[in-house]
């Protein structure tokens, strides 16, 4: 299983950007997947999950900017950002697993076994 994120980049307050996640190895239609985003000093946190089902949730930080998605021909999460403020800069990785409460709240970062390298968003 590999998972490679892109779409990172700087961008100034109150703009967009969406990132993805190719994975291979795997059908992304079977797994849990999150985006998880980690700021300097701080814990790594959840913010968008999709489950196998697609059912999706946001940590309230994200609700309302942020949209996960999947694409299963292309076998890629999205991760549709907008309205973005200076508190979304962070690290971003996406990550997947079987977990059953694929939830926001109930799945943390040590319930996944595949990460990608991650990619940075910077708001200004």
């Known amino acids: 299983v590999q998972l490679v994120e892109s779409g990172g980049g700087s961008v100034q307050a109150g703009g967009s950007l969406r990132l993805s996640c190719v994975a291979t190895?795997?059908?992304?239609?079977?797994?849990?997947m999150v985006w998880f985003r980690q700021a300097p000093g701080k814990e790594r946190e959840g913010v968008a999950f999709?489950?196998?089902?697609?059912?999706?949730s946001y940590a309230d930080s994200v609700t309302g900017r942020f949209a996960i998605s999947k694409d299963y021909a292309e076998n890629t999460l999205y991760l549709q950002m907008n309205t973005l403020k200076p508190e979304d800069t962070a690290m971003y990785y996406c990550?997947?697993?079987?977990?059953?409460?694929?939830?926001?709240?109930?799945?943390?970062?040590?319930?996944?076994?595949?990460w990608g390298q991650g990619t940075q968003v910077t708001v200004s």
């Open positions: 999709i489950d196998s089902e697609s059912d999706t």
């Open positions: 190895g795997y059908n992304i239609s079977v797994y849990c």
């Open positions: 990550a997947a697993d079987f977990v059953s409460d694929c939830v926001v709240g109930w799945a943390r970062a040590g319930d996944f076994s595949y």
